[in-house]
């Protein structure tokens, strides 16, 4: 099937959401939708050569604009970007408010990549910028990679998920930076993958963009790792019990089932015994 752009903003049409493009039952359809706004968008601003100030036309050989007059190439935009899911031992995740703009909505800390930055040097720089918290880079875990078509209606994106496993205490030290307004605690139910905030369910129209579809994700991602990576631990004060261990991993994967032994046995490699607690 071929799909043809056409400048029809002189005629009377009717306007779709982004979200609307996302849920055609023809995915076809709604893919050919999003590309086509994001290429006129990227026409538009570049009727002009930035580097002489010519016309632009189309490249003839490949998917660019090109100056007849210097040569000069421009390349559609693509955005590399990063989304953090700060959670905590009871299940919780931190969302954010955006402090500017016109996206309302909840929202996980994200960011774009700057040049000069690893990603784990743009994760703790957009967590202390957005909740003004310190991260120790051990404790950054990437997840995942999320490139779905209009994703972003402010551009084309890619962007890398992570998780960053915080006890308790470290989240009563989160508050809103210069990128936020406001900083909420979101209950995650691990088991059905849903969200809630003061005990009301949110939808996806509860968050910005796909961050409720990454939040799942990250779920499954961390039920399925809590068999091989002990990372899950950070969530736990630096000096723990193994039954905190036990209420910790039926927290996360509540299908779970995981005795000391087996505890010990899994993960005791990755602890040091100090000694007992006193009850």
Known sequence: IKFFL???TSLNHIKVSFRT????????????AITAWHLYRWIQDNKYCGKCGHLMDFDKKERAMRCPHCSNIVYPKISPAVIVGVTNDKGQILVTKYARGHYQ?????AGYYEIGETIEETVKREVKEEINLELPLEKIEQLVTVSTPGRDPRGWTVTIAH???????AFDLAKAGD????V???DVDFHTGKCYLDGKELEEKDFAFDHLSIIQTSIKKIKK??????????LLEDEFTVDDGL?????LCPEKSCTSDSFLEKYGHSIEEVGFKRI
């Open 6 to 8: 056409a400048d029809l």
């Open 21 to 32: 493009m996302r849920t055609f039952e023809d995915q076809m359809l709604g893919f050919a």
């Open 105 to 109: 909505s909840y929202a996980l800390v």
């Open 163 to 169: 998780l960053v496993y915080l006890p308790g205490r």
């Open 179 to 182: 990128d936020a307004k406001e």
């Open 184 to 186: 909420l605690l979101v």
């Open 225 to 234: 790792a809590i068999d091989y990576d002990p990372r899950f631990l950070y």
């Open 247 to 251: 209420a910790l991993i039926e927290t």
